[in-house]
């Protein structure tokens, strides 16, 4: 490749029900499509799937690693563009595992009490998502590899 030539990025946005959680260009991603692992270069061919939980894995230009874990949702891919539409996401930056481990202590001790609310109680919505969060903190600290 001649020292002119760029090397071609694709921008990413990654948004959850409660914020904008990652937006940025990437040279390659890797996410947890429910038939197993996609990857993803700039160009790709159009594509939608449905996301299980896992990572996303961000390559940016800069050569750094962004690690996103999500509980599913959807993948969109155009030929510029990556759009993940998570139920819950995390950032791997955001980690703590205190905090992982309290969040895994309150959520145990809410199920336990699961009688006092409904399932269309915003409190067993909100107990769902910090059950989400728990987990995907517990499996960032478990399995953070690279590729």
């Known amino acids: ?3 002119n030539t760029e090397t071609p990025a694709i921008q990413v946005n990654i948004v959850s ?6 937006s940025g260009e990437a040279l390659r991603i890797s996410a947890p499509a429910q038939l197993g692992e996609v990857g993803i270069l700039p160009r790709h061919a159009p594509l939608i799937t449905r996301l299980s939980a896992g990572e996303v894995r961000i390559l940016t230009p800069q050569n750094t690693e962004e690690l996103i874990y999500v509980s599913g949702g959807m993948l969109e891919v155009q030929p510029a563009l990556v759009t993940i539409l998570a139920d819950t996401a995390v950032r791997a930056t955001h980690s ?5 481990a309290e969040a895994k202590r309150l959520t145990e001790e809410a199920l336990q009490r699961q ?9 067993y919505a909100e107990l769902l998502a910090g059950i989400a969060e728990m987990m995907m903190e ?3 600290h478990k399995k953070h590899r690279r590729w």
């Open 115 to 123: 009688e006092h609310f409904t399932r269309s109680d915003r409190a």
């Open 96 to 100: 703590d595992r205190a905090a992982a």
């Open 1 to 3: 490749m001649s020292p």
């Open 17 to 22: 029900l409660e914020s904008e959680i990652y």
């Open 138 to 140: 517990h499996e960032l």
